[in-house]
């Protein structure tokens, strides 16, 4: 069956999923977030996001399905506040074209009022890209979204624009170091003094400093001894459905 189609009949039987991957402490492994990531379940496994998500930007479904994503995503972490866990932030992934949507401003305050979560436990994740063309547009989205209270951070860092200007013209909370420059760490002298660059550049630019993809002791053990505040990675956890991602907060009460 075509791609297209398997998302139609998934949106339609409602079988989507989003599992949560936690931040955590580069320090100590406390987590202090998850990041939101979207599952389409087939055949009794999973069809990357890598191959479908491409195909939900070309078709416009992702706009439908980028908002069920935010909503789901809004609800499940009031849900773990009205539990009692101490209120972490969710980030929700953003592709170029859903930054880009008119009524993108709308969606958000309707998403956080029907859930009733807090602005601040909301985080906005972009790549590069979605800085390019439309400067002025770009502009205004972003202050409209950060003078709501949420949270806004570039994921992918380091693989995208060319330009740095962005960084000093937007209020980026921020920057997720990109995997590839992580998996260096430890084996390429060159790679891991990109992350260190990216590391002091945004510390120098007052931003939060995320490692992505983090699978090593030596890479947490580099990350740490840089400063870089929090990380993402196997090494402490996969992406995991709602209910294993509790247990993880149910172990760290
Ligand atoms: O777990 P991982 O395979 O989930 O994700 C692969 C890619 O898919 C990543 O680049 C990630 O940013 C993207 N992705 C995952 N979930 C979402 C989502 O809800 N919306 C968008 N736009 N991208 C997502
Ligand atoms: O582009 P984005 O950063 O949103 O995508 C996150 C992707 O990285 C997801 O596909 C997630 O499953 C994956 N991921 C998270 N941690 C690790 C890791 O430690 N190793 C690998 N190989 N992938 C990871
Ligand atoms: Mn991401
Ligand atoms: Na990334």
Request: hydrophobic share 40%.
């Amino acid at each position: 069956m075509e791609l297209e189609n398997i998302i139609h009949q998934t949106i339609e039987k409602e079988g989507f999923q989003v599992y949560y991957q936690p931040r955590v402490t580069s320090s100590s492994g406390q987590i202090v977030g998850m990041e939101a990531l979207l599952r389409l379940p087939y055949n009794g496994g999973f069809i990357s996001p890598a191959e479908f998500i491409p195909v939900a930007e070309e078709t416009g479904l992702i706009l439908s399905l980028g908002a069920w994503v935010l909503r789901t995503a809004c609800r499940q972490n009031k849900q773990w506040q009205l539990a009692g866990y101490p209120p972490l932030r969710v980030s929700v992934n953003l592709s170029p074209n859903q930054f880009n949507q008119k009524d993108l401003l709308l969606q958000i305050k309707e998403t956080l009022a029907e859930t009733e979560l807090a602005a601040c436990w909301l985080e906005l994740e972009i790549t590069e890209g979605a800085f390019m063309n439309k400067a002025v547009a770009t502009q205004k989205t972003f202050a409209d979204i950060k003078s709501l209270g949420i949270h806004i951070s570039i994921d992918d860092f380091g693989t995208g624009y060319s330009s740095l200007s962005y960084l000093k013209r937007f209020d980026i909370d921020c920057l997720k170091i990109d995997k590839s420059f992580v998996d260096e760490i430890g084996q390429d002298s060159k790679d891991s003094s990109i992350a260190h660059a990216i590391i002091s550049m945004g510390k120098s630019l007052h931003m939060l400093l995320v490692a992505e993809g983090v699978e090593k002791q030596e890479q947490l053990e580099f990350l740490q001894k840089h400063k870089c505040d929090q990380i993402q990675g196997y090494i402490f956890s996969r992406p995991l459905p709602p209910a294993e991602f509790e247990k993880l907060l149910q172990k760290q009460v």
